[in-house]
């Protein structure tokens, strides 16, 4: 079957970073998103991946080994208003989303 | 930027009413709309998608009965909870992309702000 793993919950302090996993497994694979979400809002876009490396964006760097089915978010200079929710979505061969529970991440001053 | 709006916000209703809830896409066209929904601390679960102009395709286990979902125009799709009961009571979202056909599959995804559905 197809699946996306990803921790439950982190901690980080404020003015650190974190680095936030992800294991997929899907019937083919057409790339990697990562969303930000906060308490009772909606996702927002962060990334997408599909080639092998590192992606930089500003604070938020995002990799991908598709050999490897993992990916990783990074976040720099945590900053309190990162306390969110990151999820992982893989795009299968049907280009169908495929999401990961979420990593709902807590930095703390 | 792709700005997609869902209303309500919120909405609490009693057991065996319908409840509609809108997505318009404000600044694009949407062909296709998706719809999910999220119960606390889980992962989003696409409900359906919703294609302009025909019929919804629905993920399995979804009732196509008792959510009916319309999307009668390029900018608008609505999702109806029909006889909603207290184990429909959610978050749900909306979600689209200002491209189509294949160059939209691996663009991300616009979110609504969602629809939190309280059925008492």
């Known amino acids: 079957g197809q699946n996306i793993d990803q921790p439950t919950e982190m901690t980080a302090t404020e003015g650190a970073i974190v680095q936030i996993n992800c294991t997929y497994q899907?019937?083919?694979?057409?790339?990697l998103f990562w969303y930000q979400q906060h308490a009772g809002e909606a996702p927002t876009f962060l990334s997408y991946?599909?080639l092998d490396g590192l992606e930089e964006k500003g604070r938020f760097s995002s990799f991908l080994s598709r050999s490897k089915g993992y990916s990783y978010l990074l976040l720099k200079e945590l900053q309190m208003k990162d306390s969110a929710s990151y999820l992982c979505?893989?795009?299968?061969?049907?280009?169908?989303?495929?999401w990961g529970a979420g990593t709902k991440l807590i930095i703390k001053p | 930027g792709a700005v997609v709006s869902q209303h309500p916000s919120w909405v609490i209703c009693k057991s065996g009413t319908s409840v509609k809830i809108e997505c318009r896409s404000l600044?694009?066209?949407?062909?296709?709309m998706f719809w999910y929904r999220q119960f606390p601390k889980q992962s989003l679960m696409l409900m359906a998608t919703?294609?302009?102009?025909?019929?919804?395709?629905?993920e399995q286990g979804v009732e196509k009965d008792k959510f009916l979902i319309n999307h009668a125009s390029l900018t608008l799709s609505t999702l109806t909870v029909t006889s909603a009961h207290p184990e429909d009571s959610s978050f749900y979202i909306c979600?689209?992309?200002?491209?189509?056909?294949?160059?939209?599959?691996?663009?991300?995804?616009?979110f609504g702000n969602g629809t939190r559905l309280t059925v008492t």
């Open positions: 919703s294609n302009e102009g025909s019929k919804a395709t629905y």
């Open positions: 899907t019937s083919g694979f057409n790339g």
């Open positions: 979505a893989a795009l299968d061969s049907n280009y169908q989303l495929i």
């Open positions: 979600s689209a992309s200002p491209l189509t056909g294949e160059s939209s599959y691996n663009s991300p995804l616009h």
């Open positions: 600044d694009f066209q949407a062909t296709t």
């Open positions: 991946n599909v």
